[in-house]
């Protein structure tokens, strides 16, 4: 008998797939839009198998939610082993911008918040990472609150694709992100420890 021998995936392989796949259709459609089945057609499984390994489309939503914020905080823990200040964890957020399905997910979390048991899953973890954050680098609770505020203008603007992976010309958003650069230039303690993003002020 001739031709390769096709490979069994475990379940937890299986479930990966189908993780993978809902972080694609949720970002894609957001949580109301997206159907199980359209999940169960890109991970290359039955609708069934999908129920049978997460239970509802809720709890695969709150998985994927939960798979984007331990992506952030992973990317946060790398760069503080480099350099455990702000600067390094806003360079370690800005390679995230590339994956924009991660962030819009997040985003669609933070939107079907209304949902008790989503809502309570998505401020626990945002509140998580505000927590690592300031764990991790040692700033104060204003320091740390500016460079979320900078970090979830940049999540919005690689939704909207301005920036990140292949991004679309904006004239506003170049202004933004210049004078972000900017500022990161003149401080070097990360996106947001200065005056508000905007025109430099002289000072006297």
Known sequence: MSGATKTRLTAAERSEQVLEAAVKAFAANGYVGTKTDEI?????????????????????????TQRVCDRIEQAFRAAAGQRADLAS??????????????????????????????????????GRIYRLIRDLTGASAEDAERFLSVGMLLTVMAAMRVVGADPVPADWATEITDALAARRARNASGWDLGAPVGPATASG
């Open 40 to 64: 169960a057609r890109l991970a290359g499984v039955s609708q069934p198998y999908v129920i049978r390994l997460f239970g509802t489309k809720q709890q695969l939503f709150l998985a994927a």
């Open 89 to 126: 964890l806003a360079a370690g957020y800005d390679a995230l911008l590339a994956e924009r399905e991660l962030l819009v997910v997040l985003l669609h979390g933070f939107a079907a918040a209304g949902d008790p048991e989503i809502g309570d899953a998505v401020r626990d973890r945002y």
